[in-house]
T-cell receptor, first 111, second 116 residues
Framework: QKEVEQDPGPLSVPEGAIVSLNCTYS??????FMWYRQYSRKGPELLMY????GNKEDGRFTAQVDKSSKYISLFIRDSQPSDSATYLC???????????FGKGNQVVVIP | EAGVTQFPSHSVIEKGQTVTLRCDPI?????LYWYRRVMGKEIKFLLH????????ESGMPNNRFLAERTGGTYSTLKVQPAELEDSGVYFC??????????????FGPGTRLTVT
């Protein structure tokens, strides 16, 4: 069983729509949960992070972590064409720096 | 402040040849990581340096891969001899040590390695 599962299917939405992304994981030791955004030919860029369970909001972005279900989500409100990118979930245990990534979702926001 | 830089951006070599990838972390970052993404798969951890010491090299696939970080600044990752399955994008990342958490890893643009 993979440590992190992220359905890699592409997602195409009209501008202004809400984008919903999620990952599941199997390792109960994971404490840090991150979402990275990656533009074409660039490296991943940290977008959001959450420690343990709970919600975190930053502008149009909301990250949610439900440790009881081993499920994390990222919501993008009022999506813009500039949000078109690949979004990767990543996580790590406390005190361990190795990130475990999901496969990523390619998101296209159509003007 | 300059970000993480990697060189070369793309390398095409033949099976059996040697390739050396270089990573320059953000100045002052003690932690340096190597990751790899093989086509169709997720990004996978290879190893982690703290300054010049290997903290965790559990992700290195085999002894054809050698990573070094002499002097605790830039790092190199050598593949010798390269095999077809080594093709992929190699990312380097670096981070500081803010308190007890090391969550914010800054990634370079990656080196795309193609072994033919």
């Amino acid at each position: 069983q993979k440590e992190v599962e992220q359905d890699p299917g592409p997602l195409s939405v009209p501008e202004g729509a809400i984008v919903s992304l999620n990952c599941t994981y199997s390792n109960s030791a994971f404490q840090y949960f991150m979402w990275y955004r990656q533009y074409s030919r660039k490296g991943p860029e940290l977008l959001m992070y959450t420690y343990s369970s709970g919600n975190k909001e930053d502008g149009r972005f909301t990250a949610q972590v439900d440790k009881s279900s081993k499920y994390i989500s990222l919501f993008i409100r009022d999506s813009q064409p500039s949000d078109s990118a690949t979004y990767l979930c990543a996580m790590s245990p406390y005190g361990n720096n190795r990130l475990a990534f999901g496969k990523g979702n390619q998101v296209v926001v159509i003007p | 402040e300059a970000g993480v830089t990697q060189f070369p951006s793309h390398s095409v070599i033949e099976k059996g040849q040697t390739v050396t990838l270089r990573c320059d972390p953000i100045s002052g970052h003690d932690n340096l990581y190597w990751y790899r993404r093989v086509m169709g798969k997720e990004i996978k951890f290879l190893l982690h340096f703290v300054k010049e010491s290997k903290q965790d090299e559990s992700g290195m696939p085999n002894n054809r891969f050698l990573a070094e970080r002499t002097g605790g600044t830039y790092s190199t990752l050598k593949v010798q001899p390269a095999e077809l399955e080594d093709s992929g994008v190699y990312f380097c990342a670096s981070s500081q040590i803010p308190g007890q958490t090391n969550y914010e890893q800054y990634f370079g643009p990656g080196t795309r390695l193609t072994v033919t």
